[in-house]
């Protein structure tokens, strides 16, 4: 069983930046695939980014490279999400995710979530 805590969420402006962390209870955290995804009221989940369990391998959709970069400090059990240039359509709850195993980017392979975190960006 793991349990995820996000924390980081906000408001902030167009252009602005936060850095999102969940950190994960436990002792194995090496062994899960951690990722992020989003949901925006009204809208389905989306995914945002994932890394592998070493942390070796991040990656994210065209549209947030550049932008958004995940990594993790397994000595911490924390996975992060950078955010830099915000725009108003990044407002969404953020969510952490892990599952066992490899990383990817379909929600129904996750078997632990965090409760979410409010991120809003005003224009």
């Known amino acids: 069983q793991v349990q995820l805590v996000e924390s980081g969420g906000g408001l902030v402006q167009a252009g602005g930046s936060l850095r999102l962390s969940c950190t994960a209870s436990g002792r194995t955290f090496s062994s899960y695939g951690m990722v992020w995804f989003r949901q925006a009221p009204g809208k389905e989940r989306e995914f945002v980014a994932a890394?592998?369990?070493?942390?070796?391998?991040?990656w994210a959709p065209d549209s947030k490279e550049g932008r958004f970069t995940i990594y993790r400090d397994n000595a911490k059990n924390t996975v992060y999400l950078q955010m830099n240039s915000l725009k108003p359509d990044d407002t969404a709850v953020y969510y952490c995710?892990?599952?066992?195993?490899?990383?990817?980017?379909?929600?129904?392979?996750?078997?632990?979530w965090g409760q979410g975190t409010q991120v809003t960006v005003s224009s």
């Open positions: 890394i592998s369990r070493g942390g070796d391998i991040a």
């Open positions: 995710a892990a599952k066992t195993g490899g990383s990817t980017n379909y929600a129904g392979h996750y078997d632990y």
